[in-house]
């Protein structure tokens, strides 16, 4: 077997949270390695859909020390525009990124963690997890639903209205990839969009920008002890990006209740009806993808980790960096993980007792 190479710090994930993190561990002047189980740069964005477009705009979306270049005629940024930038930021910071490394295990050896891989073994006083979701797909358990003869996919493997094009089908989801995915398909098939209760559809100059400000005055205001007042819109808000607001034009971009349970040709509503169905689009989001973390023992039975800022309260040499809000407002976003690594990035110098260098 192998010797295990040793380094300060390890990051587990090349995508965005990743890279941020590497940022500020390359200002620190730590001797650190970023696993990548990815074949290729850009983390989750080059398999997202064809069309996915973010709902803030670029200079409100960028990774730190470099903002994403703007979007020919100040749209909002695509697919391939984020995946290019995440492949370029990497380069213009020559950031350590080893891949394709699947972890499979971190574990406790003596006073360091070991990171097992498939390519070999990493031991290192620190290690920050930041895999996301990506690899986890959230689909509920409805009735009924293996038994369900039409097409089952998650937002993560769908690909082009084209695919679907004729069907009838169910988009299953109140989020901005719900609305997206339903606003394209309802050009060319019989697309009905389910959701828990009705969306929040925001005026046209509220965008993605204008929430995470909003949701970080919130939380401001509660860390200082002031009324932070009504919330004036979420990060789950429907954000009126150009193909959603035309569907919203013609009519469109409304809703359903779900219903009860599937059968073998389509579902049940709650009324009793049956309505048939050729396929269901779930866009029902992620879990954390924490099962590399099991042999520590610190996931919760809600599947999280209990965290102190970004270190997990159970095993010190972890942090967590990028999975929702519980490691940082909004810190699975482009715009909300620079705070998040570099919160991470303080605390992992605290712990080392090295002398503070400026993360500004």
């Not at 971009?253 to 059968?263: K, M, Y």
């Not at 699975?332 to 993980?337: H, I, K, S």
Request: net charge neutral.
């Amino acid at each position: 077997m192998a010797e295990a190479q040793s380094r300060q710090v390890v990051v587990i994930g090349g995508g965005q949270s990743g890279l941020a993190t590497g940022y500020f561990l390359r200002r620190a002047g730590l001797d650190f390695e970023i696993l990548d189980a990815n074949w290729k740069p850009g983390g989750a964005w080059p398999s997202a859909w064809d069309s996915l477009h973010l709902f803030s705009p670029a200079q409100s979306s960028s990774l730190p020390g470099w903002p994403m270049p703007p979007v020919l005629g100040e749209g909002y940024p695509g697919r391939d525009h984020v995946a290019a930038y995440l492949a370029a930021y990497e380069e213009r910071y020559r950031l350590p990124v080893r891949r394709p490394v699947r972890v499979e295990a971190v574990e406790r050896a003596g006073d360091q963690l070991l990171v097992r891989t498939d390519a070999g073994s990493w031991t290192a006083s620190a290690v920050v997890s930041a895999t996301g979701g990506a690899s986890r797909p959230f689909i509920p358990d409805y009735p009924g639903r293996v038994t369900f003869g039409g097409r089952q996919l998650h937002s993560s493997s769908y690909r082009s209205p084209q695919d679907l094009a004729g069907q009838r089908v169910l988009v299953v989801g109140g989020g901005n990839s719900g609305a997206q995915i339903l606003a394209e398909l309802s050009l060319v098939a019989d697309a009905t969009w389910v959701t828990p209760e009705p969306p929040t559809l925001l005026p046209d100059d509220v965008d993605g920008r204008v929430l995470f400000e909003r949701a970080t005055e919130r939380i401001r205001a509660q860390q200082q002890g002031r009324d932070p007042g009504p919330p004036l819109g979420g990060l789950g808000d429907i954000v009126m990006v150009p193909p959603v607001s035309e569907a919203r034009d013609r009519g469109a971009l409304h809703s359903v209740r779900p219903f009860v349970r599937h059968d073998p040709r389509g579902v049940v509503w709650r009324d009793g009806s049956h309505c048939p169905v050729d396929a269901v689009i779930w866009c029902t989001g992620f879990r954390p993808a924490l099962e590399h973390l099991a042999p520590l023992g610190v996931l919760e039975p809600d599947g999280r980790i209990a965290v102190q800022g970004a270190q997990c309260v159970r095993e010190p040499r972890l942090w967590l960096v990028g999975y929702g809000d519980w490691t940082g407002v909004a810190s699975a976003t482009l715009a909300g993980v620079t705070r998040a690594a570099r919160g991470a990035v303080q605390e992992i110098q605290e712990a080392a007792g090295a002398p503070p260098v400026s993360m500004a």
